[in-house]
């Protein structure tokens, strides 16, 4: 398996004590930068919001266990969101407010400057169920 990073987010936070412990918890917002290489890939892009996968390449990768910081409790690393996993992708759902040829702006995201971004997926609204009750 091979996972390579297509692009740079960009979020003016150079700490992880600066670092919010999830998206949108903070104002601002976040410039994901996308790889000329790969920019043919926002083609039309039109989404209001998207999925964003990065890595949290600073993130320890042999705990199994943390507690969280909403309620001190410890759980199992897939019981919870923590950047501490075998595999520290992270996953964040985040409201899109520009698009260009280089990349994204979007709101505020929980990741250190500089951080890989791995890809994104926009999200689309289900038509069926649209209007519907």
């Known amino acids: 398996m091979e996972i390579y990073p297509i692009g740079t987010i960009h979020t003016g936070f150079s700490t992880l004590d600066d670092c919010p412990p999830a998206p949108g918890l903070r104002d601002g917002t976040a410039r994901i930068e996308v790889f000329a290489p790969f920019r043919d890939g926002l083609y039309n892009f039109s989404a209001e919001e998207v999925d964003v996968l990065y890595w949290f390449d600073k993130a320890p990768r042999d705990r199994l266990r943390s507690a969280t910081p909403h309620d001190g ?61």
Not at 85 to 101: E, G
Not at 108 to 132: E, F, H, M, Q, Y
């Open 73 to 133: 409790v410890e759980r199992g690393v897939f019981a919870m969101r923590s950047p501490h996993r075998p595999n520290p992708i992270a996953l964040s759902r985040v409201k899109v407010i520009k698009a260009d040829d280089t990349g994204l702006t979007v709101d505020a995201l929980d990741c250190l400057d500089g951080t890989s971004l791995i890809d994104l997926k926009p999200v689309r609204i289900n038509r069926n169920t649209v209007g519907k009750k």
